[in-house]
Structures are given as C-alpha cells and as structure tokens.
C-alpha cells in the first residue's frame, strides 16, 4: 500500500516525545520526510542537546512508525540535535558566539551552587552541546579549581581572551588571572561589575550553544548587572532542603522574577546524606522544601543531588561527577536536570536579531 508524506506526519502525531512531552510533530522535530515505494527516511531533529538518548529515540521513531503504516518497508530515523538561540530580556543584545545563557544562581552560599553549576554545563557537554563556564563570583572564583585548569589566558589580538579549556569546556574566570588562591580581590561593587562585563564580552566565546553563568551568592551588584546588561535566557535557582537556605532561594528567585528572567527551576543539593560506611539514606537538612518551593511559585523542581563525600572530593581534584563517573547515579541525575533545563530553553521563544539585516544609513 502507498502512502505519503502526509500519512507519516500523522502517525508520529500520536508519538510523544519523553523529554518535551509532546509529540514530535507539534515540536517540530520531524524533517525531510523521503517515501519511496514502501520506504521511509526520515530526520528527527530535536531542540535539545540528547546524545544519550538519540538511541531510544530512534528505535521509538522507527517502532512506531513500523506499527502505524500498514505494509511499512525499511524504516529509517536520523536523530540529531540542533541548538538556536532564544529570547531574552528586553534590549539586551546577544554576546557574540553564544546563543544561550544560563545563569546558576542560589540566594545564599554553601549550598553547593559552583558545583552544580559545573556539573550542570559537563552534562549539557556529554549530551552534544558545545558549553563554556563563566565564573561570575568575582570574590570567590572555584571554576579553575573544579575544572582542574592552571595558567592564565591570552590574548592574540590585544583586545580578546582566549577562553581556558577543561574537560572540553571553555572557561572564562577572574580565578585565572590572580597570582596566587590565597590573594584577596579587595574590589568595591563598580570595579566587581566592571570585570563581569570585561570576562564575558571580551572573551572570544568560539560558537557556545550554552554559557552556564556560576553567579555569586546574594542578591547585589554582579546580580543587577546580570539582569541588566548580560542577555540571560533563564535561571536555575540551587538550594538545599533546610528552612534558611530556602528562606534566601526565594529571595533570589523573586529577584529574577523582578527583573524579567525567567526561572527554568530549582535543583535542591544535599536533598539526602548517604552514609559512606553503610549506604543509610537520611534527610539530615530536612525533606520536601525544593519541592514545596516549586508548589508556591509554580516552577520545575528538575531534580534532587544527594550529600555525597564523592562529588565534593571530585569538584575539588578538579574532575567533577560527570567526568569522573559518567554512567554512574548521580552523574545521571546532572544529565536528567542538564536535558530538562535545555527542553525549557527550547520551548522558550526565539531570538530572531541575527535574521535581521543591519541598516546603514549614508548621506550622499
């Protein structure tokens, strides 16, 4: 039996994708639909970064597809993954070679934030996306440390950094242009976020589709910069289970809010302790305020982390979760937030400023 381009957009509009959680025709993920005789190729382009589980995708594609046209021949799916950019605020233009950023941000500090912001950007890495780091926290720079990256950068041109490589990452930090990790950077709020704009515009980001953004703790100077001069496509909010760290996560949240970024969700560290010795599960900062949190403001909880001496010991020998175990458990849980994260920015509105001719007006 014959059937056609049309007939196969119709039997992958029943297909849900599991990481949108929309059918693929309605994400306009299907492309360059080819039947011959009983044959069909196909392009499943996703708008998001899923190495992992292009597999998955392509056996659900071609199953389904099989089972849906009657006297189907060879089925074939390409999946791929192909990053734009998206809207952010309102007359903040794009930073050349980057297409999205994420900004990494908790209300207080010790709440694993660095941490999670470098795991977060190794997993976007490990699912196909080209990712670079910026450590915004000026007065307590850690990437270069988690990163396991010593130097300094240069500059070819006098005028542009070369970004710093770790774990095929770039990275961009005021920790690699301090002599020494003891020296104090005794810099008052202007000259703070002088350098933030210095480290992201004068870095010569080389095509990133995501620049995760490691904010300082609090709600100050770097944070209103941010929101004002630096195009962020959305922020996730870390915290930990217990009531005074929650109390500053929705401070932060609530700042964002204010300034118009929108909140992609929250990651809630140190959810449980795991007992080293024994593998005994406790909830020794409390249970359920991640989740809660998510209820009263309506955002995603995208996932729990468990206080483990392992990814602490990791982050601090400069080879974090996702490299170091990157099929085990909790680099699982990276990647599941790293996908969800990207699937919201997907689903966010375009950026369309680089379809539009520049206008150049001459008098003659």
Not at 39 to 52: E, H, I, R
Not at 71 to 91: C, T
Not at 108 to 135: C, F, M, P, Q, Y
Not at 258 to 272: Q, R, Y
């Amino acid at each position: 039996m014959a059937f056609t381009d049309a007939d196969v957009q119709n039997a992958l509009k029943n297909l849900i994708d599991p990481n949108t959680k929309k059918d693929f025709v309605a994400g306009k993920s299907i492309k360059n639909v080819k039947v011959s005789g009983s044959d069909v190729t196909l392009d499943v382009v996703l708008g998001y970064p899923a190495k992992s589980v292009w597999g998955e995708i392509k056996a659900m594609v071609e199953d389904h597809l099989k089972k849906n046209l009657s006297g189907a021949g060879k089925v074939e799916a390409n999946v791929s993954s192909k990053v734009v950019p998206h809207a952010v605020q309102r007359g903040v233009k794009l930073v050349d070679g980057v297409k999205n950023i994420i900004a990494v941000a908790s209300g207080k500090g010790g709440v694993g934030k660095s941490t999670t912001a470098i795991n977060l950007a190794l997993a976007l890495s490990a699912e196909g996306a080209k990712v670079g780091i910026l450590d915004a926290d000026i007065y307590g720079p850690s990437q270069p440390t988690m990163l396991g990256v010593k130097g300094s950068p240069v500059s070819n041109d006098g005028k542009m950094l070369e970004p710093m490589i770790g774990h095929g990452l770039q990275a961009m930090s005021i920790g690699f242009m301090i002599p020494s990790d003891d020296q104090a950077m005794v810099w008052r709020g202007p000259m703070v976020t002088q350098a933030l704009e210095q480290l992201l515009n004068q870095t010569r980001w080389d095509n990133l589709d995501y620049l995760v953004v490691d904010m300082p703790p609090g709600t100050g100077d770097v944070q209103l910069t941010l929101a004002q001069k630096v195009p962020v496509t959305g922020a996730v909010i870390v915290t930990t289970p217990q009531d005074i760290a929650l109390m500053d996560a929705r401070k932060g949240l609530k700042m964002f809010e204010k300034v118009d970024i929108k909140i992609l969700g929250i990651v809630e560290n140190m959810s449980t302790h795991i007992c080293s010795k024994c593998g005994h599960e406790e909830h020794i900062f409390g249970s359920g305020g991640g989740e809660k949190m998510c209820a009263d403001y309506n955002v995603e909880f995208l996932g729990g982390l468990p206080l483990d001496i392992n990814i602490r010991m990791q982050a601090d020998a400069g080879a974090p979760t996702v490299v170091t175990e990157p099929d085990g458990n909790i680099a699982k849980v990276y990647k599941q937030i790293a996908r969800r994260v990207a699937v919201k920015i997907a689903d966010m509105a375009q950026d369309h400023s680089a379809a539009f001719p520049k206008i150049v007006v001459k008098s003659t």
